[in-house]
């Protein structure tokens, strides 16, 4: 691929304006190629360092106007036409404009604000369900959902009248309330004065330093797998990267014979939550069973708590 081509694909794949299967396989790409996902990484944080930019020239322009507006015009005395050019009595009008194309520029750019690993599973997109028929309601074409463009929704919803931006928070609310971890560097000093890459990630981890523990648990030498995955979904979830913090919390929780299978299954339910209702079927599963007094899981009177609340966000 050219360099011109491999950078215009990563613009459009951070800007949203890849199509769907398109932004899979670039995902499947970068999953690959760790050159890709380091670049794509730090394109990223041009842009969030661009955003923020703007965004503190906007705020400091707004809170100088504020307390020194510019003068009104039309509240000048009257004078003597004058048939010159005046650049003064255009200011107004040009701080207007200023202002608005920073606020446009602003609104423009990405808000993805996590660092991308660089050798973790990428997430597979949840398979698209066929919405049911109803009247009046526009359907998305192909073109629509490429482009980024929807369709009008019915201002209510006539199953309970929640919206559903209000209804997804309140999963993922729940979902935050009842994550909990314990503290990964305690009891894990090395006996020689040098760490380990695992507890380095670990004391990243509990310094809340969630990037810095996916880059440091990307080396080979960081240790046992499923240690490794364990941990890292954990800072994933962190990062509101939900879906790949169930991807890792699965694989740990998929292995009988790791240390922390069944705490993973705890935490994968909570992945899955998070998510919303799109995943709500793989939740309502793994929690029920969870919720079985005769499995006799750790968690099993926090499971029948969580599936009640989900139960009444319904």
Not at 52 to 64: M, N, Q, V
Not at 175 to 189: E, H, I, P, Q, R
Not at 202 to 216: G, H
Not at 230 to 246: T, V
């Amino acid at each position: 691929m050219a360099k011109h081509q491999h950078t215009e694909k990563i613009e459009a794949y951070l800007t949203g304006q890849l199509k769907p299967d398109e932004t899979v396989l670039f995902e499947q790409e970068m999953a690959k190629d760790e050159e890709l996902a380091i670049e794509v990484s730090m394109r990223r944080l041009e842009h969030d360092a661009m955003e923020l930019l703007l965004e503190k020239d906007l705020k400091a322009k707004l809170g100088k106007w504020k307390d020194n507006p510019p003068p009104n015009p039309y509240d000048a005395p009257a004078s003597p036409p004058n048939h010159g050019f005046s650049w003064k009595k255009w200011l107004p009008f040009l701080g207007l404009a200023i202002l608005v194309f920073s606020g446009l520029w602003y609104f423009m750019q990405p808000k993805e604000a996590a660092v991308q690993p660089n050798n973790w599973p990428v997430d597979t997109p949840a398979a698209p369900t066929t919405p049911q028929p109803q009247p009046n309601v526009p359907v998305a074409t192909d073109e629509e959902k490429g482009t980024g463009t929807e369709p009008q929704a019915p201002a209510t919803n006539p199953k309970n009248d929640k919206p559903p931006v209000q209804q997804n928070s309140r999963y993922l609310a729940l979902a935050n309330d009842n994550y909990d971890v314990a503290d990964f560097s305690s009891g894990l000093k090395g006996a020689g004065s040098e760490k380990s890459v695992f507890e380095l990630a670990a004391e990243a981890f509990d310094a809340k330093q969630y990037a810095k523990t996916i880059e440091l648990l990307a080396k080979k030498e960081a240790g046992n797998e499923s240690q490794v995955r364990y941990l890292r979904g954990h800072a994933l979830f962190n990062l509101k990267r939900y879906g790949q913090a169930a991807t890792e919390f699965k694989a740990v929780a998929d292995n009988e014979f790791a240390p922390d299978f069944l705490s993973a299954q705890w935490y994968l339910a909570l992945s899955y939550l998070a998510q919303g209702p799109n995943n709500s079927a793989q939740f309502l599963k793994l929690v029920e069973e969870l919720a079985d007094a005769k499995n006799q899981h750790p968690r099993q009177v926090d499971a029948a708590k969580l599936l009640a609340g989900f139960n009444a966000i319904k």
